[in-house]
């Protein structure tokens, strides 16, 4: 698993960062993207919708920031 | 007095696209305002000629409104705004049942001037609970039926951000004794008023009347008291010198547009056009019902591409659209009703038409629309 630190950053940047980032892991693989934009929690879920990608669900990191994990399907 | 005449781009070049924010004023409001400014500036409540004149007129504003309505005039009070409406309807309802139940049930897409009902409520030690949405924006009659008994429900007649109609009728006819507060701001003019309720709201300046007036309406026999400090006006629910030429305006704006049944139908084909245009647009999302919708309003969300970027780039470009991204509403919170749809909360627009909306203006708007996203896209890389 890869994570992506998008702490600080506005929506919809986080978003961009998971689309640049996917193909760092391999199909099956889980990309993690920890975010404090409130949109992310929507727009991580909505993206995966989008693009046939795998919202797995969502986590916190050590300092309590939200952090959203993807699996990538194709 | 300052008016932004000389700005480079004067209102009179801008395609205006937001009439889901304020529709532009109807030629009929205009002509019955300006005469009704001149004669009805009286207290309607004296007993003497000009106070007489203002009474007949603020009474012929009440009989118009209620008959376009389908409702009982002594249902009909006018506010100063939409969202007053809102907050005497659900408070008022609130306060009729407080013996019952202080528990106040909404969906989770309501206009946010029921939210801050809501929260008002809970901040005075009430309960304030919403029922979620499927992925249209609808509450499922079920979901409504399935959730306890209430105080208050509160569902809206229409969406006002993605436009889709809420099975109102059907909610109060599981609601049983619970009174039904129906937030009718978005098809107010544009769709019937639905059944059910027992109390509701409108607001004038969404339907071509002037800003500044709503409209509360409590069935009659319903429980309804003031949550405010009341007053001593000609209607008991209002409180404070009445408008009286806004009131007159709005009702003959309601009056005209109810008329005008060619426009709605127009609008209602643009806005298919508009839907299966945006939706050609890559990795773009069309939200809320595709039929069963007010006839005026379309939303959609494109991935990657900055709410406020969008809007300022179409503004430059004349055309002037609303969007529920976060970076482009007064909070960095997104839209409440996408987050509760699961739909993409960025890169958000609400096109909203009015009703001199042309299919050229709609062609124009679509004609540079790709290319805007596309070039948003690049800029970051995507």
Known sequence: ?????????????????????????????????????????????AWCRMRGQEYVGSTVAD?????????RLS | MTFPGSS???????????????????????????????????????LHGPARSARLML??????????????????????????AVHLGVLGLLAGRARVSNRLLASAVEHSSVMHAGQWHEARGGIFETMPVDSMGRLSPQIAGEAGQAAVLALQSANHEVGTVQPVAEVAG?????????????????????????????????????????????????RWRNPFPGDDRADERSTGFENVPGALAAAAALQAVLSEADVTARQSKLVDRIRTAAAAIPDTEVVGDPDARLPHLVTFSCLYVDGEAIVTELDRLGFGVASGSACTASTLEPSHVLAAMGALTHGNLRVSLTRETT???????????????ADIRREVGM
């Open chain 2, 8 to 46: 480079p781009l004067p209102s009179g070049s801008t395609s205006y696209l937001d009439s889901a924010s304020g529709e532009p004023l109807h030629p009929a409001a205009r002509e019955v305002l300006h005469r009704a400014l001149d004669q009805a500036y009286a207290d309607p409540r004296r």
């Open chain 1, 63 to 71: 300092d309590d920031v939200p952090a959203y994990d993807v699996r």
């Open chain 1, 1 to 45: 698993m890869i994570e992506l630190d998008c702490r600080g950053m506005l929506c919809p940047r986080p978003i961009i960062e998971l689309a640049r980032h996917l193909e760092d892991v391999p199909v099956g693989g889980v990309i993690r993207v920890v975010a404090d934009d409130a949109a992310a929690a929507v727009d991580v879920p």
């Open chain 2, 174 to 222: 599981l609601a049983g004794d619970t009174p039904l507060f129906v937030d009718a701001c978005a098809s107010g003019g544009r769709l019937p008023l639905p059944d059910g309720w027992a109390a509701a709201a409108l607001s004038a300046h969404k339907w071509g009347g002037p800003a500044g007036v709503g409209v509360l309406l409590v069935r009659k026999g319903s």
């Open chain 2, 359 to 373: 299919a050229e203006e709609v062609e124009r708007f679509l004609a540079v629309l790709p290319g805007v996203v």
């Open chain 2, 59 to 84: 009474d012929n504003a009440r009989a118009v409104t209620a008959e376009c309505l389908g409702v009982r005039p002594d249902e009909v009070t006018f506010t100063p705004s939409g969202t007053h």
